[in-house]
């Protein structure tokens, strides 16, 4: 952003980013290029505030569903899928790529269970 060239923009916040933005992150992050990584640390850290994520393990509990809730899931996605970013821009945490995968299909099932329960009411669920 050239005009009010002082402020720290997160491009993110708009309804609209530049096209090209996470792919280009995507690559530079890939490259190692330290500005990219700084900027997709202060993405993910935005997305923990709004999804109100306290702890590192509270991650293994996102959902792409809860992604989408605040807009983000498409960016997301484009970076590379969640795991491999908190890999990348947390790398002194040891993450288990297989926990947060258990994770997700105990949300697929619970979403599941749900469902039914609403379509059929009269089974006790």
């Not at 590192?56 to 996605?77: E, F, P, Q, T």
């Amino acid at each position: 952003m050239h005009i009010y060239h002082e402020h720290h923009w997160h491009v993110w916040k708009f309804d609209r980013t530049p096209k090209g933005l996470y792919s280009g992150l995507k690559v530079r992050l890939q490259a190692g290029d330290v500005r990219a990584e700084a900027t997709v640390r202060e993405f993910i850290e935005d997305c923990a505030k709004l999804l109100h994520l306290n702890q590192v393990k509270d991650w293994y509990r996102v959902s792409y569903d809860d992604l989408a809730s605040i807009g983000r899931s498409g960016a997301v996605l484009a970076l590379g899928g969640l795991m491999p970013i908190l890999q990348r821009v947390y790398p002194e945490i040891s993450w288990v790529a297989a926990r947060h995968a258990s994770q997700m299909k105990k949300a697929v099932q619970r979403l599941v269970k749900k469902i039914l329960q609403r379509l059929l009411p009269h089974y006790g669920m």
